[in-house]
């Protein structure tokens, strides 16, 4: 199975980038290094796809795969003085304003970036460019959730006590997005009644992602924040209906992961052709088929049941900005963990 999608991927981006391929040969056959988080629904995502961009790139690439983006980011600061990489793939737009603080990058504005959507430029600066993205949502198991909360409101009724499963903003990149929802909801002052309030609801805090994932299908608790997608995964991985996701009707979310080249690239030619690939309509066509996420280039037809999806009333990410979450994220954090965890 796996050697059938390689071949079915490097038919379709060979011939769809021969003209990329042309001029990508023309390298010197560098080596490319790539710390990579990794993709949560697809564990063999590189594996299946690096091959193909070696042989499109003219090049090898040797990847560095980590197993969440917080990991990654504690390497990349503890490596600083040291690091020897050209592309760090996965850090995401709650992570951004720290990430081009430490001067990890230098700044690429791809050509590609045309084809995206405005509101998913992060970084005006360019030096992280956006890859893939997902709705913020709750998912929840519908076998025992008849009525889900529609609202943040909803969300403390005291109906869902112990049913709600979350990760930790402190240690966890999903989990600090949803800290940051919840403050563009509800202001730096709201967000912590907020909390208060639906304080008896969550059955566990997780330290990662992950684990939280794990909890909710173990059927421990029956509603996940999670990310929208969910549901069409196990719908065609699992021919299940069962799980559903809903964005609250105050306003959604996006995380989005994005590519940046690093500073310490020895091969900055190769590393903006890499960017490239990545924004083309090639590459991101694979996103929604292979990763349950959502491509950010806009020319990408996305798949039906993507369409199904619940899409947020009002899009919350422009409510505070990388400088006003930079200067505050640790005292949200602080604050959080006394409600929560004390």
């Known amino acids: 199975m ?83 990489v050209d592309i760090i793939l996965g850090l995401d737009n709650t992570l951004s304003a720290e990430a081009i603080s ?101 059955f566990t805090v997780a330290e990662d992602y992950n684990d939280a994932y794990n909890v909710f299908l173990a059927a421990e608790a029956p509603l996940l924040f999670g990310f929208s997608t969910i549901p069409v995964y196990y719908s065609q991985i699992n021919k299940t209906t069962k799980y559903r996701s809903i964005i609250p009707q105050e306003g959604g979310y996006y995380l989005i992961h994005g590519v940046g080249i690093a500073r310490s690239t020895k091969h900055q030619r190769l590393a903006e052709q890499f960017v490239e690939f990545l924004l083309s309509e090639d590459f991101q066509n694979l996103i929604p088929k292979e990763t349950w996420m959502f491509p950010v280039n806009k020319k990408v037809e996305l798949p039906y049941e993507f369409k199904l999806l619940p899409e947020p009333k009002k899009n919350l990410n422009g409510e505070l900005s990388s400088r006003v979450v930079q200067r505050s994220l640790k005292s949200w954090i602080k604050r959080w963990k006394k409600i929560m965890l004390d």
Not at 174 to 198: K, T
């Open 2 to 84: 796996k050697s059938i999608l390689l071949v079915c991927i490097g038919t379709f981006l060979i011939i769809g980038c021969s003209t990329q391929k042309e001029t990508v040969q023309n390298s010197d056959n560098s080596e490319l290094n790539i710390y990579a988080s990794s993709i949560f629904l697809n564990s063999d995502f590189y594996s299946d796809v690096i091959p193909v961009f070696e042989e499109i790139f003219n090049c090898q690439i040797k990847l560095k795969e980590f197993n969440n983006v917080q990991s990654m980011f504690q390497q990349i600061i503890a490596e600083k003085d040291s690091l020897e």
């Open 102 to 202: 430490e001067s990890l990058f230098i700044d690429y504005e791809p050509k590609n970036l045309k084809f995206v959507k405005k509101e998913l430029i992060f970084d005006k600066t360019n030096h992280l460019n956006p890859v893939y993205y997902c709705n913020l949502a709750f998912i929840y198991n519908s076998d025992a959730v008849e009525e889900p909360p529609e609202t943040f409101g909803e969300m403390q009724d005291g109906k869902f006590k112990n049913m709600i499963v979350i990760p930790n903003p402190e240690t966890s990149s999903f989990g600090r997005s949803m800290l940051l929802w919840s403050v563009s909801a509800f202001g730096e002052n709201g967000y912590g009644h907020f909390w208060r309030s639906v304080k008896e609801n969550i």
